[in-house]
């Protein structure tokens, strides 16, 4: 109570809304559908000295309380008047957003007429990163000829870590197209958690087959496609049959993240759209709260400098790019600086030519992308907390980045900024290429 008395005090004085240019027209247009967004909450809330003296689950729990409580009461007048206008409201609490249907020009300008300091605007929408070098390839796990482990998982050298874990007592999270629960490699590690906002089905599903296959890379326990094989998974479908994901829908998949059951130490994101987009920033910083690690995908728009994609261009996350197996950064894999000048990624790993699972009981497939490569972060953390289970964000970065292998560089890669006196860290691959024995001093 003293934790929502002291941030209720600190709220923002009312002003003049906004309504986006680019909304305005499409609502014209016979568009129906606008997020009401107000004053994020996040920076406010994990700042205050009463949340910062807990820890565990009772920090976790005092955050979502407050975030709930303080949302509910700031969007308040604002579903009062969209009642009254006959418009449906779904609310959010991990970002301050209202989700609002049936608009008109006319009940658009009555609800902007409400004196407050908030802006209706359009939803945003991401994707699944598409690489330029695609390769599919179906087969069944009897025909499986490719070496073991799968290279990808050799070149960041998970097997010589192994012996010690192989990610027990760590889960990782998935908000992607779904997860196929069936498959071979996967069934025997999922955690029990999970949620469909799109389809509400009972267990996890994959039509699409992108959520599977970045499953299959951290966890997977055949055919040696998985980094943290005795890691547990749970998973959220945030992106529907096409690969197509919303904000309120992810926004939904970043608050069960956060009041899960197991709640995950990690949590994977393999998609995005745009550049320099904050619209994700408050879901993550609650995440990092709530002592989750986020790790998403730098995307696939190289070699351009700058081609990083949101939300991997924003601060407070690990974002990855992808090499190929002579340790090349890959063609396709986007290149920093963010919008703000600062590093992305932040860190590289295997993402070309990955076999991982399929959508059926034994079947895999090849893919690329730097949707490939963040799952290989995402198993590698998973390693690094089993053996170090107090480890923090800070903690894992710095032995992330600090042991990352530093190949030979092309005038390419160097092009889009070296920011320190050295070859790296770089725009092409970061900190370097992770080596997770290394960072186990293995």
Known sequence: MKLLLVLVATLAVACAGI???SLQVAVENGETVAILELPQMMGQVETNQALQALAGDAKVSALVSALKVLTSSMQAPFISIASSLGLKTEQFWASNIILIKGLTPEKLASLAAKSGDFIIRKSYTVSILPADEN?????????????????GVAKIRAPAVWPTTTGEGVVVAIIDTGVNHGHEALNAGYAGAWMDPINNTALPTDINGHGSHCAGTIVGRTNGIGVAPGARWIACRGLDHNGNGQEHILTQCAQFMLTANPRPHVVSHSWGGGSGVTWYNSQILAMRSAGIIPVFANGNFGPTCPSSTSPGDQPNLISVGATTDTDAIATFSSRGPNPNGVLKPELSAPGSNTLSCGTGVNDYVTLSGTSMACPHVAGAIALLLSVNPSWTYDDVFNALSTSAVHPELSSEDRIC????????PN?????GRIDI????GL
């Open 19 to 21: 309504v986006d240019s």
């Open 417 to 424: 900024g070296l920011p320190e006196s050295g070859d790296f």
């Open 427 to 431: 725009q092409a691959f970061g900190h």
């Open 135 to 151: 390769i599919t390839l179906n087969i069944e796990s009897n025909n499986v000829t490719q070496n073991l482990p799968q290279w």
């Open 437 to 440: 024995a290394a960072a186990l």
